[in-house]
T-cell receptor, first 111, second 112 residues
Framework: GNSVTQMEGPVTLSEEAFLTINCTYT??????LFWYVQYPGEGLQLLLK?????DKGSNKGFEATYRKETTSFHLEKGSVQVSDSAVYFC??????????FGTGTRLQVFP | DAGVTQSPTHLIKTRGQHVTLRCSPI?????VSWYQQVLGQGPQFIFQ???????GRGNFPDRFSARQFPNYSSELNVNALLLGDSALYLC???????????FGPGTRLTVT
């Protein structure tokens, strides 16, 4: 079946460090890929998405590239801030409302 | 504009009881989906409703049911609660089925 695998957290970084959160997926065909972020006490927010192979999604300094050959959608940011501390979820969808999520990766950024 | 709203924010129930969770979508959104997020896990799809009809169902037992009203708000019902039903229940809305989903803050259900 379709699934998403994320690296386990927490990921602990100092402010201005480089961030990578790994995400790989198992799916047939060509799903859309997403990164959602969940700040403490808040609902999920869409961070970025990519709908086809080699697409790059970007938002707020975060980037992720849809890699069909490695079935990956790793999240990166060049310089994290304390305010980026949150739980990040990788997800896939076949353009329906059924999102399939990974287990989430907690990011903790310290000043 | 108001986002997706859910009520109540927190709820404590006893095993065997029934619970109803409510969701109001963003104005103009016709699709509502429900997800269950167990602590430490990613959200799991439960239901999707579009124009008051069920469009999708996840792998959940028949104790879980939902409906959508003419104003596009939605209710999630869970019967015969089990300890394992303790979770954050998320509602998401989108203008049309297949559009970007917008999530509410969730209802935290604790079953004792």
């Amino acid at each position: 079946g379709n699934s998403v695998t994320q690296m386990e957290g927490p990921v602990t970084l100092s402010e201005e460090a480089f961030l990578t959160i790994n995400c790989t997926y198992t799916a047939t065909g060509y799903p859309s890929l997403f990164w959602y972020v969940q700040y403490p006490g808040e609902g999920l927010q869409l961070l970025l998405k990519a709908t086809k192979a080699d697409d790059k999604g970007s938002n707020k300094g975060f980037e992720a590239t849809y890699r069909k050959e490695t079935t990956s959608f790793h999240l990166e940011k060049g310089s994290v801030q304390v305010s980026d501390s949150a739980v990040y979820f990788c997800a896939l969808s076949y353009n329906t409302d059924k999102l399939i999520f990974g287990t989430g990766t907690r990011l903790q950024v310290f000043p | 504009d108001a986002g997706v709203t859910q009520s109540p924010t927190h709820l404590i129930k006893t095993r065997g009881q029934h619970v109803t969770l409510r969701c109001s979508p963003i104005s103009g959104h016709k699709s509502v989906s429900w997800y269950q997020q167990v602590l430490g896990q990613g959200p799991q799809f439960i239901f999707q409703y579009y124009e008051k009809e069920e469009r999708g169902r996840g792998n959940f037992p028949d104790r879980f049911s939902a409906r959508q009203f003419p104003n596009y708000s939605s209710e999630l019902n869970v019967n015969a609660l089990l300890l394992g039903d303790s979770a954050l229940y998320l509602c998401a809305s989108s203008p049309l089925a297949g559009d970007q989903q917008y999530f509410g803050p969730g209802t935290r259900l604790t079953v004792t």
